[in-house]
């Protein structure tokens, strides 16, 4: 593979998941998508998009069990409604970023396994049954498309670890 090839992969994934996080968040009814990857038992932010394409940084990382809400999810295997946030233990950086409103914490998992979570806020006290049974519907689908992104993501390190390795090997043969 050409490393140019993995450099404008890498340059259109960010823009993918971004679009993807935009389109689920206007899919679902939300404000706002914002998705965290779990890896080795952190939440680690991957992206926070508005549904107006405006992007929002600086939430986490965190520990699974750190925040109630995304352990309960996790641990369920469903979505979990969160009204208050301050009961519910979400961190105070998504209130003072996102304000008081009702978010909806869904378990990303693909092929039965852990992805991460996924919140949706709308801005809003209130989230509909509608509103949750299509969250719930396209999470599967973000989970497989984010597992993807980072397999790819995966490969194209150990390539760039491979082609330094045959730079290497091939200053020391040429010498």
């Known amino acids: 593979m050409p490393v140019r090839t993995v450099v404008t992969e890498r340059v259109r994934r960010p823009l993918s998941l971004r679009a993807l996080a935009r389109t689920t968040a206007q899919a679902c009814g939300f404000a706002r998508c914002s998705v965290l990857v779990c890896t080795d038992g952190l939440l680690m932010p991957l992206v926070s998009q508005l549904a107006s394409g405006k992007r929002h940084e600086g939430l986490g990382p965190y520990e699974v069990h750190e925040v109630p809400a995304f352990a309960r999810a996790i641990t369920e295997r469903r979505p979990v409604l969160v009204r208050d946030a301050h009961r519910d233990g979400l961190p105070y950086e998504w209130t003072a970023a996102f ?77």
């Open 99 to 175: 304000g008081p409103a009702a978010r909806l914490v869904v378990p990303l998992l693909c092929d039965a396994g852990l992805v991460g979570v996924m919140v949706l806020d709308g801005g809003t006290l209130l989230i509909s049954r509608d509103r949750v049974r299509r969250a719930r519907a396209l999470a599967p689908y973000l989970a497989a498309a984010i597992r993807s992104a980072l397999s790819v993501t995966e490969m194209d390190n150990r390539l760039r670890a491979a082609e330094t390795l045959l730079s290497v090997g091939r200053t020391i043969g040429s010498t």
